[in-house]
Nanobody, 126 residues
């Protein structure tokens, strides 16, 4: 079992930076690949970024490439999403998700993830 708690979401202006955190509890955190998803009101939950269980590979949606960085610390049981040059279209609820997966690659399908946090809200004002 992995419990996930996101934090760090807030109101920012376009162009600002923000770092989201996801604290995990449970001794199996390091056996999970991790991802961030975003969901805007009335829209589907979209994949943003993933990181392998070891942290040695990262993957990004086109909208996040060059601006966002996902990272993790398996000792601190935490995964982060550093977001730079934020745009209004980046706004939404950001969810941290864990997938029991030791391989490389990523999945953008929310159904492939085993655990979810409650989300943290990011608002970007133009």
């Amino acid at each position: 079992q992995v419990q996930l708690v996101e934090s760090g979401g807030r109101w920012v202006q376009a162009g600002d930076s923000l770092r989201l955190s996801c604290a995990a509890s449970g001794h199996t955190f390091s056996s999970h690949s991790m991802a961030w998803f975003r969901q805007a009101p009335g829209k589907e939950r979209d994949w943003v970024a993933s990181i392998t269980w070891s942290g040695d590979r990262t993957y990004y949606a086109d909208s996040a490439k060059g601006r966002f960085t996902i990272s993790r610390d398996n000792v601190k049981n935490t995964v982060w999403l550093q977001m730079n040059s934020l745009k209004p279209e980046d706004a939404g609820a950001y969810y941290c998700a864990a997938r029991t997966w030791y391989g490389y690659g990523w999945s953008s399908n929310p159904n492939d993830y085993d655990y979810w946090g409650q989300g943290t809200q990011v608002t970007v004002s133009s």
